[in-house]
């Protein structure tokens, strides 16, 4: 394949789940897996899709799955989506994906997160910001990035499930 104007999704699925005591990708929303709504959001997009379970730098945070995914990319662009996020949908999605530049990130509340396109022209930018004290998505946004602000009535489409009683809320609110 050519990575000529192409994009892949990628699932982060590296975290350790500390606050929810279990694989977060494995625990069911709905009819799917958590990790199971990601990839069928990958294929609403219309988008190949993998999994980084492994950083090849551990304990980097996203930052260590980005460089992970950035090395393995097979298109241009890398859309990462979070194993943690059971109500994103397209619409959202395509708002970040719309914007032409080599780090977009969607923000809610002045706060950028998951979904976010990476070029592979950043690999080395990355790397870079792995070696320096503050590894924080924030910053690397900040530093590299364009923000889409996510309207206010479409930030709970954005909620991340952390905890066994978010897991619950987001049980009964699918």
């Known amino acids: 394949m050519s990575?000529?104007?192409?994009?892949?999704?990628?699932?982060?699925?590296?975290?350790?789940?500390?606050?929810?005591?279990?694989?977060?990708?494995?625990?069911?929303?709905?009819?799917?897996?958590?990790?199971?709504?990601?990839?069928?959001?990958?294929?609403?997009?219309?988008l190949a899709c993998r999994v980084v379970r492994v950083d090849r730098r551990a304990d980097n945070g996203p930052m260590g799955g980005i460089e992970t995914a950035l090395r393995r990319a097979q298109a241009e662009r890398v859309l990462f989506l979070s194993c943690d996020m059971p109500f994103l949908n397209p619409t959202v999605v395509e708002r970040v994906l719309a914007v032409q530049h080599p780090a977009v990130f969607a923000e809610a509340d002045k706060l950028v997160g998951f979904p976010f396109c990476i070029s592979t022209e950043l690999l080395a930018a990355v790397e870079a910001f792995l070696e320096t004290e503050d590894r924080s998505l924030q910053?690397?946004?900040?530093?590299?990035?364009?923000?889409?602000?996510?309207?206010?009535?479409?930030w709970p489409l954005l909620a991340n499930i952390n905890t066994p009683m978010e897991l619950i809320a987001a049980r009964a609110a699918l």
Not at 9 to 24: I, N, T, Y
Not at 140 to 145: A, E, V, Y
Request: aromatic letters at 2%; charged letters at 35%.
């Open 3 to 46: 990575k000529k104007n192409t994009i892949e999704a990628v699932v982060l699925a590296g975290g350790q789940s500390r606050r929810m005591g279990e694989d977060k990708a494995r625990l069911r929303v709905g009819r799917r897996t958590m990790l199971g709504h990601a990839r069928a959001l990958a294929a609403d997009l219309g």
């Open 139 to 154: 910053s690397f946004s900040r530093r590299h990035g364009r923000r889409v602000r996510i309207p206010r009535r479409d």
